[in-house]
């Protein structure tokens, strides 16, 4: 039957614009599979930014470690008040005429002992 002037025709290339159709849906789907799941993905893009923010967080953490042993070292190599703190507190060592006395505390048990005395020389 002849088309009438009423009918729609179909064009002469319709069935190559389906394979054109198909082909670019299947390049949006490729593209769409690496920007989501392949190397370089804004998942791994998300991870790799967690990564970096935990290790800033170790990185201030060590750096602020770091400025107290510096600290430190500078107390030690410029007097004696940092070197005597630490062997008060680490090794326990008292001045020439000084008294220790050291608390025992209670284990609750009713007894209690009497704190001692004991001179250094």
Partial sequence: MPPTAGSP???AGAGDMKYL???MLFLLVALQYR???AEGSLA???RLQQQVQREEAINRELRARNAVLE???LDLQTGNDGL???AREQLG???EGEVFYQ???SDGGGQTQAPRAEPQE
Avoid: I
């Fill in 93 to 95: 060592l008292v001045r």
């Fill in 21 to 23: 159709l198909a082909g």
């Fill in 44 to 46: 791994e893009k998300h």
């Fill in 84 to 86: 005597e703190q630490r």
């Fill in 35 to 37: 920007l989501w799941f």
């Fill in 103 to 105: 608390v025992v505390p």
């Fill in 71 to 73: 600290r430190e070292v």
């Fill in 9 to 11: 025709k179909s064009p």
